[in-house]
Structures are given as C-alpha cells and as structure tokens.
C-alpha cells in the first residue's frame, strides 16, 4: 500500500471543496451546464441514460480494505447498494445524484480515494498489473512509478487540456497483464546490460473506432529520464494532436499519420532539450515514494500445508483454486482472483454487501489490501496457502469464488446500452446469455482459455477488439446487431482480431459463439492449444464458414 | 459541438421533447404546461419541425431545470398512449432491461 502524505491529502481536501462550490453554483444557476460540465468531467462525473455517473480512480488498482468500505458505503448510501469494477481500474457508480456528489466525494477523501482525471481531456488513472509487486519473476514493483506518474500528471497544467484523453500503463513482467500495447503509452520496466532498470516504451496503442497496437518508440529509456521521456512524448502530441476533429484526436492518429520514425525523431529533438532538466529523477525522489509503499511482512511458511492437501479432497475446492490461485514470489503465499463474472450477473459488478465481506476477507486473509484488474476482477494479493480452504468458503459465500477466471464466461463486457448515453447497443444481456450457455463448469475447462470482450458502440470500452472473441454492437434501421472479430489478444502479444463476416442479429449472438467455440474444439491439433493459438494457425475461415454457411 | 437548436430539425412522426433533470439526472419529459415530468404518459407530443423547434427551444432556456433537452421519436396508439420510439428511449422510460445487483 501507499500512503498518502499531507500534500496528497491536502490536495483531495481541497477539491472535495471546489468541486462542492462548483455544484453549488450549478443548481444555483450561476453556472450554466455548457460551464459546468468540463469541471464535472474533470471529476470523474458524467451524465448517463438515467442518471448521472460517477467515476472512482483505484490508482494502479490497490485498494485498501477501509478504502473498499468505503466504497461499499458510498454504494449504499448514494447509489443503488453496488458498482461496476471497469477496464482501466476504476468503480463507476450509476445512480448517483449531483447534489449528493460533494459529500461522496468528501467520504471517499477520507480514506485517500478521489476522482480527479477518472475524465476529460487530461492524463487519466494510470494503470498496472493487478498482480504487481508479488508476481514471480518481476523486474521490480511497478506502481512505485505508477506513483511517480500520477504525482507528476496529476493536475499538470500544460496537460490538463491535451487534445483527447491520454492513457499510461505499466507493466514490470514478461507476461503482460496490463494491456500496455493497446494505450496511449505503455511502459515495460525491465534491465539492460548493465543491470540498470528502465522503460521499454511504446505510443500509440488504443482501441476505440481506429484500433492500433503500440509502437516501441525507444527501447531502453532509465529511470532517471523516464519523465523527461513521457514528457517530450506529451509536448509533442500536445502541439501536433489535431483539436479539429475528435474523432482523430487520439495520439494514436497522429504516431500512424506521422509514422513512427517521424513521430520518434520530435520527440527526441524535444527530449534532447530538456532531459537533464529539473525532470530527471534523483534516486532520493525515487526511494522516497518507494519507501512509502508499504509491503506485508511475510511469515516463512510451508508451500504445500496441511491445509491444502486435505482440502484437496474436495473437487469443488480443487476446482478452484486450480483456476483462481496463482503462484506468489513468496513461498507458502498465493494470489487469489476473486471472480465478479458469476453465471448470469453483470460482468464487473459488486454489491455493497459483497464488497464490505472482501474487505473483511482481505483484512483477514491478506494483509488488508485488494487488487483491481482490467479484466474486471478482484484480487487478494497475499494469501497464505494454509489459508486457502477457510477463504475458499467465504468467497463461495458471497458469490465471488465461480472458477472461471480467464475462461469463457470471464467476459469482459461495457456497460452497455442499459447505462451509457454513447452505446448503440446493450452488451450486459449478450455476457449474461454466454454465461449461461457456458456455465458447466467441466465444458469451460475442456475450453480452456478463452477471452470474450464485448463493447456496446465503437467507442470499445469492452476491448472487443481484443478479445479471443470480440463483440461489438451496433445499430442496424434500429435494431441491434453484433460484429464478430477472432483471434484478438490484449497481452504480450497483443494483436487486434478479424471481423469474421456481417452482423448478425442480437438474438443469434450467442449461437454464433457456440458455433465459434464448436469449430475450435473440432479444429485444435491438442488440447492444450489455445482458441486463440488456433486461430491464428487457421485464420479466420474455417470460422466463418462454420457461422455462415447456414445463415 | 453544434448547439441542438442549430441543427436542423426532422421529425418524421410524433416525438417529444426528453432531457436528464439537473439536480439528480433522473430522464423527464417537457410537458403541456411548459414544465418536466418523468412520466412519458404526460410527454407534450409535437408532430412537425416547427412545433418541435419551438418547444426545444422553449426547453434548452432552462438550463438550470435540464440538461441537454432533444427530440425523441414515440408512437401514440388509438387511446392516445405514448410508448417509446426506439430501444434507447425505451430504456430511458422503462429503465435498464436486466436485473439490477441489488432489487429497488
């Protein structure tokens, strides 16, 4: 965990403050909505199909469990009694009143939560792997920089007004569990030759209505300059990114128009300028922002506990943690998901109640503090391996221990239709329905891995994209119809899927995908081959004539 | 952006006017008597451009009641009932179509 030092919570205070001025004068009428709506946004507040909408930024997704409560008490006191856990760590909540927002906002501040930049035209929340600073294999943690960024973009003046919203993900891993190449700049820590950390840094990933993958733009950048670096990168976007069209706004328009080469040479003029400027980093500012991190003191315990062996009778247990449980960095420890995609629920959601239960389980359980992953799932981060039986039987409890992580009721999906003023189309229903379809358990497994994104409209908050199996909906004479695209990934080797051929109506979605998943099963060499590894073997053919050769 | 009452307006059978209130953002209706309500059954309904034109006009000059007032297409049955013109505003009226974490 973090902690917060008094500029930090000066700072939250004192928006809670401007932001209940501002609210103020808007039901006044001193401030009209055209004034007022780009000081909402800037905190996180937007307006829905019925209500407003409020954004929460979980910074680099650890959440402590007085923040969780917290949460859970803004869920119940002015919402509904639940949230929706998102793609790029954050809680949204969708029923919330304006004249009530400053007090949420001002119960948040107290455990250090805010919403700045959770909108607008601005640096947003900047995200990293959920499983950061305990996945085996690490380079080192990377929210000490997630920090180090937020501190440096949070409220920073000259990027306050960028051309459109600008997104940063880190990742300390081989395996990227961030989907670095699909945001505005992805940061990969590892070492070069000479044992020093730095930043692999790529620009210009994004999904939305023009999809790309990032480009690496420098292979190595140190530490110490990775400000400078960003920096320049901004400067440039900031100067060049076009204002006219917001449809081309993305830096990932101007990297692909320019071309990488070009884009790359002014950011280096531009980084040549001012890179051993007040921007870089002495290793005091680093190791003060790493010393308040605070990590669990770990016992020394045994990797395979009583515990676990006789709990390892039970199929239903065995069941889960085979899919729920990940190796930790320390042994005797692991890291538990805690699955929000129960069998016909709302892919993300949490109720109040569950989320007051997981803070307890994690006070319990694993040092109090909660992950958050893009996949719309929770994490305990540091679980002793003893303690996974007992755990095990909570979680059943509440509804969060359906063994179903990264497999194909797993969805990710937008929220769609049912809330969002943007969306064509309703995405919940279509992720309800598979899961239904694919809820045998034993069907999931012979499966195997396989990840479905579904978005509402092209703005792609469901990744579709870049799902195994992407879903986009989109309005036909007023009616809902699906695109499908295969073979998409969001990891290391991410790729943007294939349209396998036209919409199809909202009623055969779901046996389109039966088919789909009918066809890999029957197609793939072995079974440890991925949907994905085979579709990429195959191309999208065999799929499609498979969807519509009877449609 | 331009403004909704710069653009032009077509209409090609009965609508009403529809906005998020301000306060709370809960959808509402401009009604006959020049004011909001929530329910689609009092909804003023215009049927040509320039009914409809003067009533979002009439209509974006509370600012502080609405936020960002449009037209929206509706059917009117033989009895006069209003149903919503398409599944975005029927979800506006009717509210979203699963069931919600936690029951009302």
């Not at chain 1, 680099?60 to 639940?82: C, E, F, I, N, P």
């Not at chain 1, 005797?332 to 389980?361: E, F, R």
């Not at chain 1, 694993?366 to 909570?394: C, M, T, Y």
Request: aromatic share 8%.
């Amino acid at each position: 965990m973090y902690a917060y030092d008094e500029i930090d919570r000066t700072l939250i205070n004192e928006r809670v403050s401007e932001f209940r001025d501002q609210v103020k004068r808007r039901l006044s009428g001193e401030l009209t909505e055209d004034e007022f709506k780009m000081l909402r946004l800037m905190n996180g507040v937007y307006l829905q199909l019925h209500a407003y909408m409020f954004r929460v930024a979980i910074p680099y997704g650890t959440l402590s469990s007085a923040q969780l409560r917290k949460m859970a008490h803004v869920a119940r006191r002015y919402d509904r009694g639940y949230g929706h856990f998102t793609t790029r760590q954050n809680i949204q909540f969708n029923w919330i009143k304006l004249a009530d927002l400053p007090d949420a906002l001002e119960d948040l501040a107290e455990v250090g939560i805010h919403a700045m930049q959770t909108s607008g035209n601005c640096t947003r929340n900047v995200t990293t792997d959920q499983w950061a600073g305990v996945a085996p294999g690490e380079v080192e943690d990377p929210r000490i920089w997630a920090e180090l960024l937020r501190q440096y973009s949070t409220l920073h003046p000259e990027f306050s007004f960028l051309p459109r919203k600008f997104k940063f993900a880190i990742t300390a891993s081989d395996h990227d569990r961030a989907a670095i190449k699909v945001h505005d700049i992805g940061l990969r820590i590892h070492k070069n030759a000479a044992g020093e950390t730095g930043f692999e840094v790529l620009v210009g990933g994004g999904l939305g209505r023009t999809p790309f993958i990032g480009k690496l733009i420098k292979p190595f950048v140190h530490g110490r300059d990775i400000l400078s670096y960003v920096e320049s990168i901004l400067r440039v976007y900031n100067q060049y990114g076009r204002r006219d069209n917001i449809y081309k706004a993305r830096i990932k328009i101007l990297v692909h128009e320019l071309g990488i080469e070009k884009f790359a040479a002014e950011v280096e003029e531009e980084w040549i300028a001012m890179r051993d400027t007040a921007l870089t980093l002495d290793d005091e500012v680093v190791e003060d922002i790493r010393s308040r991190f605070t990590y669990p003191h770990y016992k020394t315990l045994s990797d395979t506990p009583d515990e676990l062996k006789s709990a390892s009778a039970d199929p239903h247990f065995e069941a889960w943690r085979k899919n729920s449980v990940a190796p930790h960095k320390v042994p005797g420890y692991g890291i538990v998901t805690l699955s929000l995609k129960p069998i016909g629920g709302p892919p993300g959601d949490a109720t109040a109640d569950q989320m007051d239960a997981i803070a307890d389980l994690a006070e319990k359980y694993s040092f109090g503090e909660i992950r958050v992953g893009h996949e719309q799932n929770l994490a305990l981060p540091h679980v002793a391996k003893r303690d996974l039986p007992a755990l095990w039987k909570a979680l059943d409890k509440i509804g969060v221990a359906t063994p179903n992580v990264n497999l194909v009721t797993d969805i990710i999906a937008c929220p769609g239709l049912d809330y969002c003023s943007l969306a064509n189309t309703r995405s919940i229903p279509i992720a309800q329905e598979l899961t239904h379809r694919f809820a045998n358990h034993d069907t999931a497994n012979l499966i195997g891995r396989l990840h479905i994104n579904i978005s509402g409209c092209i703005n792609a908050c469901g990744h579709h994209h870049v799902g195994h199996i992407g879903i986009l909906g989109v309005e036909k004479n007023g009616e809902e119809y699906y695109q499908i695209t295969i073979g998409g990934r969001a990891d290391e080797h991410a790729v943007v899927g294939t349209l396998i051929g036209p919409a199809v109506p909202y009623a055969e979605v779901a046996d389109v995908i039966e088919d789909i998943v009918e066809a890999y099963l029957a197609l793939r060499q072995r079974p440890d081959e991925l949907f994905v590894e085979a579709v990429t073997r195959l191309g999208v053919e065999p799929f499609k004539e498979r969807v519509y050769a009877t449609r | 952006m331009t403004s909704p009452l710069q653009q032009k307006i077509k209409i090609t059978g009965p609508s009403v006017v529809t906005a998020n209130r301000t306060w709370d953002g809960v959808v509402i209706y401009r009604d006959t008597q020049q004011g909001w309500t929530t329910e689609l059954a009092k909804a003023a309904i215009v049927r040509t451009a320039d009914e409809a034109r003067a009533m979002l006009t009439e209509s974006a000059a509370d600012d502080v009641g609405a936020i960002g007032p449009y037209i929206a297409p509706v059917a009117v049955n033989d009895n006069g009932a209003i149903k919503p013109g398409n599944l975005r505003e029927q979800i506006r009226a009717q509210g979203v179509t699963i069931d919600l974490p936690v029951p009302a």
